[in-house]
């Protein structure tokens, strides 16, 4: 155990000098700050690393991770990192990445009790109970899951748009866009769902903001 925790500076000690052969100047480009172009909304899953994935380098995408990808209006965490992202930061792009074989999606199809984590998976019930009819119509239970995996990325952008820190950025006319994509975690590859979001001009009513006066 202490071994394959040491290992970790060995390894970055090799990170260091493999990325200073290659860029003797790139620690410090690095730290002279950051200007993202993508906020990264992804799954706490091991196997999802952002920049890995999307073939980008350290300080390219900024990045908030949880347990099947959720954008909670009650999580302050998630809050914070979105209004700093788009406020401070100026970030173009907020993407929200599912993954095929989530265990926070699948353990939401069930009825076993987990543990504190229950409570996290009731929003992603939530997301069932919103489809149900299209999910129960799908026998295959992985191709089930697939499909619950790709609706729960839709309504967490549709939750993004909704929020008051990505209504008030359209209105100032910041050039952001909100998208949904899903990595499958068998071949390394990402999916646009096609669902990216603009404007307000497809949400209902109910969810629109009156922009405040001093907006």
Same mark, same amino acid.
């Given at each position: ?57 350290? =300080? ?54 987990? =543990? ?13 109970? #919103? ?41 100032? =006319? ?6 949904? #994509? ?7 590859? #990402? ?10 001009? /497809?949400?209902? /009513? ?10």
């Amino acid at each position: 155990m202490i071994h394959s925790y040491k290992s970790l500076f060995d390894n970055n000690k090799n990170w260091v000098a493999n990325t200073t052969n290659a860029n003797p100047e790139f620690f410090h480009n690095l730290a002279k700050g950051q200007s993202p172009e993508y906020l990264w909304i992804g799954c706490s899953d091991s196997r999802v690393p952002a920049n890995e994935i999307t073939g980008t380098m350290p =300080g390219d995408i900024f990045v908030h991770r949880n347990i099947a990808n959720m954008v909670i209006h009650t999580d302050m965490s998630m809050l914070s990192v979105l209004d700093y992202s788009v406020n401070v930061l100026g970030v173009k792009h907020i993407i929200v990445c599912g993954h095929y074989g989530c265990g926070g999606v699948i353990a939401a199809m069930g009825n076993k009790q987990v =543990g504190l984590i229950d409570n996290w998976l009731r929003h992603i019930k939530d997301v069932y109970r #919103l489809h149900k009819q299209e999910l129960n119509a799908i026998e295959d239970i992985e191709k089930r899951s697939e499909r619950f995996v790709e609706l729960n990325v839709i309504e967490q952008v549709r939750d993004l748009a909704k929020t008051s820190i990505v209504q008030n950025a359209w209105a100032n =006319g910041k050039p952001l866009q909100v998208h949904g #994509l899903v990595y499958d975690i068998r071949n390394g590859i #990402l999916k646009d769902l096609d669902v990216s979001a603009v404007d307000c001009n /497809d949400m209902e /009513d109910v969810y629109r903001f009156e922009m405040p006066d001093y907006v």
